[in-house]
T-cell receptor, first 116, second 111 residues
Framework: GAVVSQHPSWVICKSGTSVKIECRSL??????MFWYRQFPKQSLMLMAT?????????EQGVEKDKFLINHASLTLSTLTVTSAHPEDSSFYIC????????????FGPGTRLLVL | GQNIDQPTEMTATEGAIVQINCTYQ??????LFWYQQHAGEAPTFLSY????GLEEKGRFSSFLSRSKGYSYLLLKELQMKDSASYLC????????????FGTGTRLLVSP
């Protein structure tokens, strides 16, 4: 299978600060990456689709100015949670389709964010 | 809109067989996936169906009926380690391909 990494794996920050999460495809190129958020005991909710070299496509209800996405290269997408608040505490997971390696999406290990 | 439904929780005993159902109503359909997710971890791929019928892979099998908008995941010879959440996801194309996830089913396997 293909490998997707995320950094950091967990982060604790103060309310009002910004947090950047990196998602990397380690052994394949990904023109499109996906960012999900998962609250405890709930399923994955797609936040946005990150497109290399262009603007991200956000799902309905997701604030684009609060969740900044940058996909500057074919192997890296970043999600920045700006002015984080306690309600932003969640498990953030990225994923990508690996062309030529089947139909499935490959998921990163996730980043657990706790905003105090 | 996209709507994917699964039972919230299921319980079963070790060694038994359990079937987790998934019904979907989506705008477009390019395949259905099942993922397993242990608490605090990312989902891992279990199966993929794009044509009607049964796909078998070891202890796990997945069935799809596109006309009925229905799929199930069948787990045989349950083991304690199978206690996890099972996520049904449909690949749709809304200008680009993406996965829409169901609500997830938490399975608890007891001795």
């Amino acid at each position: 299978g293909a490998v997707v990494s995320q950094h950091p794996s967990w982060v604790i920050c103060k309310s009002g600060t910004s947090v950047k999460i990196e998602c990397r495809s380690l052994d394949f190129q990904a023109t499109t990456m996906f960012w999900y958020r998962q609250f405890p005991k709930q399923s994955l909710m797609l936040m946005a689709t990150s497109n290399e070299g262009s603007k991200a496509t956000y799902e309905q209800g997701v604030e684009k100015d609060k969740f900044l996405i940058n996909h500057a290269s074919l192997t890296l997408s970043t999600l920045t949670v700006t002015s984080a608040h306690p309600e932003d505490s969640s498990f953030y997971i990225c994923s990508a389709f690996a062309s030529g390696r089947g139909e499935t999406q490959y998921f990163g290990p996730g980043t657990r964010l706790l905003v105090l | 809109g996209q709507n994917i439904d699964q039972p919230t929780e299921m319980t079963a005993t070790e060694g038994a067989i359990v079937q987790i159902n998934c019904t979907y109503q989506t705008s477009g359909f390019n395949g259905l996936f099942w993922y397993q997710q242990h608490a605090g971890e990312a989902p891992t791929f279990l199966s993929y169906n794009v044509l009607d019928g049964l796909e078998e892979k070891g202890r796990f099998s997945s069935f799809l009926s596109r006309s009925k908008g229905y799929s199930y995941l069948l787990l045989k010879e349950l083991q304690m380690k199978d206690s996890a959440s099972y996520l049904c996801a449909v690949k749709v194309n809304t200008g680009f391909q993406k996965l829409v996830f169901g609500t997830g089913t938490r399975l608890l396997v007891s001795p």
